[in-house]
């Protein structure tokens, strides 16, 4: 028996209870009707002639609901004579190829079959102008060559920079559609200008694309679409702060906290950026992003595996704390550092400790958590950042649950169950 082995076969687990959190949750129960009327209300329509090639964007993100908005939109654009398409739209995501963007859209569901009309993907962009702070303008050269471009993205936080505009259309049109290139330039003097730098590339976007409009999506805590907005070009720029503090306002938390280990046991570019959000757990990768009060106190994050949809991209793994050989062997370069090459954002793509099973990267930051008791670690464990109604907590933290209006205790305690290789068995 090696040294970790040694070291580590004597930390204690707790025993866990599982609880309920809740949320505001407001929502939409009709998707299809509340979209198709916002979009028929909204007059990006009244420009779209018969044979009009129009280019609708396809995002990295995990978005709820997006292939079928996608289909909408497409139907509905058909529908009035034209021939749409889908272009991804996700800067230097897929591995900065085309074949890997076009993957990414299908791994989301976002399929030809499903929404019925084209992928084309291609990373070659074309120079459209010069933004007023001399950055060159790029952006795909599918969509500029088209006749016109509707944008479709969920306005969020973003989890690298704080400012009226952070991920939503602005940033999509100038990063996303901006592809590899653009997005490295609009990267390239780092987040402390991130903003800056996207309303300058729009601007020049703006005035020089056949924007025909943005579908605008906000998601409550549940990651369910809870606001639909069909913007014209004009407007996108004076209602995108407004749902920008929405999402804001709806952003999910732990309830409970602060903690001395939180168990994450997925992340992948699918859940977020950084493989996870940011927010939930209060780990950042830049500094422009300023502490909050309300952001949770975590001394250690252990991450378990990658996302199947997520192909090796470990972004955001360097921002943790303990790992385990599972994802290591799953961590793919190639997938993986194109978008750290492109942000300039060193940290997260750095390997955290390595071990070799579930087991023992949870003991590890147990120890390491600087407790004196280690029977008394203050431990959370959830499915990913976009699944936090049900989790587990140690059950030391029983009381303060119970105490909690958020908060019902389901069941437990009970002891977590692992296999012959020392790996929890999911059981969410």
């Known amino acids: 028996m090696g040294f970790i082995d040694e070291n580590l076969k004597h930390i204690p687990l707790p025993r866990m209870v599982r609880i309920q959190q809740q949320f505001e949750r407001p929502r939409i129960d009709d998707i299809s009707r509340e979209f198709l009327i916002k979009l028929r209300n909204s007059g990006t329509l009244s420009t779209v002639r018969k044979g009009m090639r129009i280019a609708i964007t396809g995002g990295s993100r995990g978005i709820s609901n997006l292939p079928l908005f996608l289909r909408l939109l497409a139907d509905e654009l ?15 995501h897929g591995g900065a190829t085309a074949e890997g963007q076009r993957e990414l859209l299908e791994r989301m569901g976002i399929t030809e079959k499903y929404v019925g009309i084209p992928i084309q993907s291609s990373m070659e962009t074309v120079q459209i102008g010069t933004a007023s702070n001399g950055l060159p303008v790029f952006v795909d050269k599918l969509a500029w060559e088209a006749d016109g471009i509707f944008l479709v993205n969920r306005i969020k936080p973003h989890v690298g920079f704080r400012g009226r505009y952070e991920s939503g259309l602005i940033k999509m049109l100038a990063i996303g559609l901006g592809k590899q290139h653009g997005a490295e330039i609009c990267h390239q003097l780092g987040f402390g200008r991130m903003e800056e730098n996207i309303l300058a590339i729009v601007d020049v976007c703006l005035n020089r694309c056949q924007i025909l409009g943005g579908i ?30 929405l999402s804001k306002k709806l952003l999910p938390k732990i309830h409970i906290h602060p903690l001395d280990v939180l168990v994450i046991d997925e992340i992948g570019k699918n859940i977020g950026g950084t493989g996870f959000d940011n927010n939930v757990v209060g780990r950042f990768h830049t500094p422009y992003v ?28 360097g921002i943790l704390d303990f790992t385990t050989q599972r994802v ?29 099973n579930d087991l023992q990267a949870i003991q590890a930051a147990i120890k390491t958590s600087n407790i ?6 203050r431990l959370a464990r959830i499915k990913n950042t976009l699944a936090l109604d049900v989790i587990e907590i140690s059950e030391n933290l029983i009381g303060e649950a119970q105490g909690n209006p958020f ?15 020392g790996n929890l068995k999911k059981e969410w």
Not at 82 to 88: K, L, R, S, T, Y
Not at 220 to 245: A, G, S
């Open 78 to 92: 058909k529908n009035n004579g034209a021939i749409p398409f889908i272009v991804p739209a996700m800067g230097s």
């Open 216 to 245: 605008a999506l906000v998601e409550n805590p549940y990651h369910e679409t809870c606001k639909i907005e069909v913007l014209r070009k004009e407007e996108i720029i004076k209602r995108e702060p407004e749902l920008q503090e």
């Open 290 to 317: 300023l502490p909050r009060p309300e952001d949770p106190k975590i001394s250690r994050i252990v991450a378990l595996d990658l996302t199947s949809e997520t192909k090796g991209n470990a972004n955001g793994l």
């Open 328 to 356: 290591f062997d799953r961590f793919s370069m190639e997938e993986t550092y194109p978008n750290c090459l492109t942000s300039t954002v060193t940290a997260s793509v750095k390997i955290p400790m390595v071990l070799k």
């Open 372 to 377: 004196i008791d280690f029977t008394t670690v």
């Open 407 to 421: 908060v019902e205790v389901l069941h437990g305690p009970y002891t977590w169950n692992f296999d012959t290789e």
